[in-house]
């Protein structure tokens, strides 16, 4: 089933299992890792990959995502970089792939909307315009994933 | 005398009143409101006391303003402000100092220093000893529109996001529309989830809203650094913005110091009462809430705890909101010591975040939070702007404590009973 | 010069000078501050029960939690001596009597006994608050020579006044006339120090409390 909106991809995201929801957000991650340099959130999406990743080693991930994240933080009142915080976003996403899960969290979905967030701070850096083809590139990529 | 320090001397001549005046002769020098000062309690450095914060306005006030203080001038018994001074002075009034206002509520005579603080910063400001960054987000609130450098097409971009994220549309420039909302520039760029979560919130409310395109930003950096002509102009464009598409209220976010610009200072700097009402989010959803139009589902079963931002609780006034939303959402929230408007200031408010100089006092002063959440052990804690979950974030990753920051706004629309399957967590 | 001459010139001439200077340097410095005004707030105000000036005019004299930790001791021997000044001034029979005499107004006076002790009490309390200045760090940091001035010119009265009623030190009347020479000193210094608080204080608590009371925070 080709996925055509928001609605069927979140949908379809809630139905993957724990182990697959990482795998595919690492995926949505990977496709805006050029955006950014720590890393911190390189090593988080290559653990994320690993077959055999224990809960330790996404913990240890989780926490070097979580350091890329905080500190990239535009500070209130400074002027901001787009490119970094497009970074920043990239961060987050990374962060949704190897945080602990809680019940009923969608973190392949959250991944998704971080990484479309640093998309549209790419786009906003180059003067683009706001619209980008991030979201179709996802549904792309969980079409891919579903029918592995 | 330089003209910069001519012009500080004039500015701070003017916006000296009866009740500074009647503050800088009631103080007795006791030092209290050092202990109120997290700068001073956390660092044992007398200097950050906050009365001596304030002493270059002080030395004006003397100097200019009464008999024996001029006289004392004339025959050199007193020394009038250098350029210097005031120089030196730039780290006690920028880098150590939040304007949280702990100090004017504990100074036994009645001082207000904070309002002292507030006036100091007009000073220094035109003398040229402001913080560069604080400088800089000021000139780009008057030119761009945002201190941060956001300009519509930014907005556009998270509001298309955003639209992608809850399936709903984001109002821009509807005429007539019940409430006017404005973001503050750190939200916009930091925390999307916010305009998020108004928007699936407006949508359960049933409320009409909009957003501004000639005025959505609502941070006032010229009242941070104390540029009153510049707040002036950063004010003019919301009202006007708001008179425009004839809202009944503006919807202020979380952002502290957005609040207090906008409701407090505002028509004082504009000259007139406004024509619309002002209220913070969390006003806002406290009356849907007594009204019934918030319906939420779920509790959150982690021990949490709640920071009150000083600009919104302690010196704007929005002390109950907060906790009522807490009370629909979780049964397990315990207030720190200190609650309320008692609370202790992140320590990054005011420009002192953004300005370099000040990381390393910053980090120090935070330890006064840090013994709060010590005490108080939450799994997780709230907060309703967007700065001080940054600085929050930024204190507690630094003392290596593991303890998550969400937004309230954003915790209560992940509860809102929604009619999608599968659109939040409960 | 003798000893009852020097009494009655300080009764005499000296108190009147005293209390012109007090009296006029009073309401001039009372004047030089406000009548700097204050602009009026255009902000549209909350009403807060609880919340307003003149609450916070009474309610500021009790300390904020987590304070009495941090500062105990000024608390305590502030409120020790301030409250000892008032009983020994205005409770003591002698000093009723004088103010009857020079505005006409009197009340009942404390036992001199009692109000002997209430003025050892402040002279201790006095001595702690000068040790806490000097000991304390940022009390330190903040006094200037005024500080340590109006202290002693706040102290000589109460030592003074103890020294003649009990009659130690010096000779009865040398003792009395200086008592009433530091009281004179205390009075002429009053409105042009940190002293002229005694006025200040409740019209400062009134726009601290006010201001926040307007946004709806009662302090």
Same mark, same amino acid.
């Given at each position: 089933m080709r996925i055509s909106n928001d609605e069927e991809f979140k949908a379809a995201l809630n139905e993957l299992d724990v182990y697959q929801q990482r795998r595919v957000a690492a995926a949505f991650v990977e496709s805006v890792l050029p955006l950014c340099s720590d890393v911190r959130v390189n090593a988080a999406v290559t653990a994320v990959k690993h077959p055999g990743v224990t809960d330790v080693e996404l913990a240890t991930a989780y926490q070097g995502a979580n350091s890329a994240r905080i500190e990239s933080f535009t500070q209130c009142g400074k002027e901001t970089d787009w490119l970094a915080q497009a970074g920043h976003f990239v961060a987050k996403a990374a962060q949704c792939c190897v945080k602990p899960v809680e019940p009923g969290d969608n973190l392949a979905w959250d991944a998704a909307m971080a990484a479309r967030m640093a998309r549209a701070c790419e786009s906003v850096a180059e003067g683009s315009g706001t619209r980008n083809n991030e979201t179709e590139k996802q549904y792309r990529i969980l079409y891919e994933h579903l029918n592995r | 005398m330089s003209a910069g320090l001519s012009r500080a001397v004039n500015v701070l001549k003017e916006v000296i009143d009866a009740p500074i005046a009647s503050y800088f002769n009631s103080c007795v020098h006791c030092g209290l409101c050092a202990e109120a000062c997290l700068f001073y309690t956390e660092s044992g450095d007398p200097k950050y006391t906050p009365i001596h914060k304030v002493e270059p306005l002080r030395r004006v006030y003397e100097q200019e303003y009464t008999l024996l203080g001029r006289l004392m001038k004339m025959v050199g018994l007193v020394k009038p402000l250098t350029d210097e001074e005031l120089g030196q002075w730039q780290e006690l009034v920028y880098d150590s100092c939040t304007m949280c206002g702990r100090c004017s509520m504990v100074c036994p005579v009645g001082n207000d220093i904070v309002y002292m603080v507030r006036k100091l910063r007009e000073g220094m400001a035109i003398s040229g000893h402001a913080p560069d960054g604080v400088v800089a987000a000021t000139k780009r609130t008057v030119e761009i529109g945002s201190p941060m450098g956001v300009k519509l097409p930014a907005v556009k971009a998270q509001v298309g996001h955003i639209q992608d994220d809850t399936g709903l549309e984001v109002p821009m420039d509807q005429e007539g529309a019940e409430y006017m909302v404005l973001l503050s520039s750190m939200e916009i760029i930091n925390f999307p989830e916010y305009l998020s979560a108004i928007t699936r919130i407006m949508k359960q409310a049933g409320k009409t809203w909009t957003l501004c395109s000639t005025a959505f930003e609502a941070t006032n950096s010229g009242i941070q650094i104390g540029v009153s002509d510049l707040a002036r102009v950063i004010v003019s464009r919301i009202v006007d913005g708001a008179e425009r598409l004839k809202v009944k209220t503006v919807i202020s976010p979380e952002c502290g110091r957005a609040y207090t610009a906008l409701r407090w200072e505002g028509p004082n700097l504009i000259g007139r009462p406004y024509t619309f009402k002002v209220q913070h989010i969390l006003e806002v959803l406290d009356e849907f809430r007594a009204q019934g139009l918030l319906k939420t589902q779920g509790f959150e079963e982690e021990r949490l705890t709640f920071h009150d931002p000083c600009q919104i609780v302690r010196r704007g006034g929005v002390i109950e909101p907060q906790r009522n939303l807490m009370r629909m959402v979780s049964k397990n929230f315990v207030e720190m010591s200190d609650p309320s408007k008692?609370?202790?200031?992140?320590?990054?408010?005011?420009?002192?975040?953004?300005?370099?100089?000040?990381?390393?006092?910053?980090?120090?002063?935070?330890?006064? #939070?840090?013994?709060?959440?010590?005490?108080?052990?939450?799994? #997780?804690?709230?907060?309703?702007?967007?700065?001080?979950?940054?600085?929050?974030?930024?204190?507690?990753? =630094?003392?290596?404590?593991?303890?998550?920051?969400?937004?309230?706004?954003?915790?209560?629309?992940? =509860?809102l009973v929604e009619s999608e399957p599968g659109s939040q967590k409960e | 010069m003798d000893a009852a001459l020097f009494l009655n010139w300080v009764r005499g001439t000296g108190l009147q000078i005293a209390v012109f200077v007090f009296l006029l340097g009073t309401v001039w410095r009372l004047?030089?501050?406000?009548? @700097?005004?204050?602009?009026?707030?255009?902000?549209?105000?909350? $009403?807060? /029960?609880? /919340?307003?000036?003149? $609450? &916070?005019? @009474?309610?500021?004299?009790?300390?904020?939690?987590? %304070?009495?930790?941090?500062?105990?001791?000024?608390?305590?021997?502030?409120?020790?001596? $301030?409250?000892?000044?008032?009983?020994?001034?205005?409770?003591?029979?002698?000093?009723?009597?004088?103010?009857?005499?020079?505005?006409?107004?009197?009340?009942?006076?404390?036992?001199?006994?009692?109000? !002997?002790?209430? +003025?050892?009490?402040?002279?201790? +309390?006095?001595?702690?608050?000068?040790? !806490?200045?000097?000991?304390?760090?940022?009390?330190?940091?903040?006094?200037? *020579?005024? !500080?340590? *001035?109006?202290? /002693?010119? &706040?102290?000589?009265?109460?030592?003074?006044?103890?020294?003649?009623?009990?009659?130690?030190?010096?000779?009865? &009347?040398? %003792?009395?006339?200086?008592?009433?020479?530091?009281?004179?000193? @205390?009075?002429?210094?009053?409105?042009?120090?940190?002293?002229? $608080?005694?006025? &200040?204080?409740?019209?400062?608590?009134?726009?601290?409390? !006010?201001a926040s009371a307007r946004k709806g925070v009662p302090i």
């Open positions: - | 008692y609370n202790w200031c992140c320590g990054g408010g005011g420009g002192v975040s953004a300005n370099e100089d000040a990381e390393e006092i910053r980090l120090i002063a935070f330890k006064r #939070k840090k013994a709060q959440l010590d005490e108080v052990k939450p799994d #997780k804690m709230v907060t309703a702007c967007a700065n001080c979950r940054i600085v929050l974030e930024e204190g507690l990753e =630094h003392y290596q404590m593991d303890l998550p920051v969400v937004g309230l706004t954003e915790m209560i629309a992940e =509860h | 004047f030089e501050i406000y009548s @700097l005004g204050r602009k009026p707030d255009l902000a549209e105000r909350r $009403h807060v /029960a609880g /919340a307003s000036g003149w $609450h &916070t005019i @009474l309610r500021r004299s009790v300390p904020i939690p987590g %304070m009495m930790q941090r500062s105990g001791m000024t608390y305590i021997a502030g409120y020790t001596f $301030h409250i000892g000044l008032g009983v020994v001034v205005f409770l003591f029979a002698p000093h009723i009597k004088l103010i009857q005499g020079l505005v006409g107004l009197s009340w009942p006076a404390l036992p001199s006994q009692f109000v !002997d002790l209430v +003025a050892v009490v402040t002279l201790a +309390a006095m001595l702690v608050v000068l040790a !806490d200045r000097i000991m304390k760090p940022v009390k330190r940091f903040l006094s200037t *020579f005024e !500080d340590w *001035f109006t202290w /002693a010119v &706040t102290f000589l009265p109460v030592l003074t006044g103890y020294f003649a009623a009990r009659h130690l030190l010096l000779p009865y &009347t040398l %003792m009395f006339s200086l008592h009433i020479l530091s009281v004179e000193l @205390l009075l002429i210094v009053l409105p042009f120090t940190k002293l002229i $608080h005694v006025f &200040t204080v409740w019209p400062s608590r009134w726009f601290n409390g !006010d």
